[in-house]
């Protein structure tokens, strides 16, 4: 009986899916902030959702490692330290320079032509203020690559990593010319990409996140 | 009321965790085979577990891309055709190069030692007969690789590639040579960790996984 058993099973798939993207939402704008206790029935008041949608939410949150079960508390938001952004980092340099090589020999022309028009649309974003619209874009960019690379695997291990890379915007440790100088690197990538070099451009990606980590770590020193 | 909720959780997360493991291992040994149509009362029936914890399964193995949800039909367990397979090794082959170059020079002396015995106990495993051992080897050596690099956001983002990897060795598309080869190369991977020597480590990884793509799709171009 599928027909059944799916109509049976796709609005609670929906509403899971619901639950997981607005709880993922509300830890990555640091509306639930890393380290506070929480239990289900919260944040089944917090989303005006049923048990059974919150309960998947937060069984995939805490497999991806932003919600942690502490045995006889409940619920703790995971901390994002400096430390974490650091290894998130790292983890996108091991593997996005390579992701980006592929985009520069794979990409279609629809997709370059989007690429250049997120990086026009960001020039005029360069202002701390705009720094929420500057996100946007800097994740439309760097998803964009990574669907580019034409490897529907790599695109899926990137996305998370992208998503939890969010928090850096949050959390302001950028300085304040941050957006000058991502916009500059950006423009680099993308120029790699649209000459199809493949080393060019997995080098203009590893010079871009190794300087936002260095970026990050050396704000965060100041402060 | 943290503790309330938490001893509420436990027993459910567990067999939803379950659920999840075996439904995996099946559909990883091709007991679930690729193409097939299910229900979750099949699943249900077949696991002897509730609705919910399979219910909560599928949803993960949905989201990992191993079951797929056909609207009005019900649940198809994903075709992992030769195509998937040369997709996957692509992934491992842009990340786990340079994954095995942090663990050359982070691996501590306890998971160098591990890996040494891992090889040699391997080595004694090189007949198609015993691929079944020598594929738990094989996720074990690549596995401590990713956790010695010492970034638990690779070690997880690696594991999925990893586990979706074991279908490889299901499939019999290598060559009868192929646990010989495999072991070679293995060795030179260690030899260059030993050497804490992160380029050399790199390309003796990179050389694994691109001689492992070409032998699959070798093999299976043969049959």
């Known amino acids: 009986m599928p027909r059944k058993a799916a109509s049976n099973e796709s609005p609670s798939l929906s509403l899971a899916e619901q639950a997981y993207q607005e709880l993922k939402r509300r830890i990555l704008t640091l509306q639930l902030r890393p380290g506070l206790f929480v239990n289900e029935r919260e944040l089944m008041e917090l989303l005006d959702?049923?048990?059974?949608p919150v309960h998947q939410a937060v069984h995939r949150l805490q497999a991806e490692g932003l919600i942690e079960v502490i045995p006889r508390k409940g619920?703790?938001?995971?901390?994002?330290?400096?430390?974490?952004?650091?290894?998130?980092?790292e983890a996108r340099l091991a593997m996005e320079p390579n992701?980006?090589?592929?985009?520069?020999?794979?990409?279609?022309?629809?997709?370059?032509?989007?690429?250049?028009?997120?990086?026009?649309?960001?020039?005029?974003?360069?202002?701390?203020?705009?720094?929420?619209?500057?996100?946007?874009?800097?994740?439309?960019?760097h998803g964009l690559i990574a669907e580019a690379a034409g490897n529907q695997i790599l695109a899926d291990a990137q996305r998370p990593l992208h998503e939890r890379s969010e928090l850096i915007w949050h959390l302001r440790v950028m300085k304040e010319d941050g957006l000058v100088v991502n916009q500059r690197e950006h423009t680099n990538i993308l120029k790699a990409i649209i000459e199809r070099d493949a080393n060019a451009t997995r080098k203009a990606m590893e010079e871009h996140l190794r300087s936002l980590h260095d970026r990050i770590l050396a704000g965060s020193l100041e402060r």
Chains 1, 2 share one sequence.
């Open 75 to 89: 619920l703790v938001i995971r901390p994002d330290s400096l430390q974490d952004m650091l290894t998130l980092l």
């Open 99 to 141: 992701i980006a090589a592929l985009a520069a020999t794979r990409a279609t022309k629809e997709q370059v032509t989007e690429l250049k028009q997120l990086v026009t649309e960001s020039k005029r974003i360069v202002n701390q203020s705009e720094r929420m619209s500057f996100m946007k874009l800097d994740r439309a960019f």
């Open 49 to 52: 959702l049923g048990r059974m």
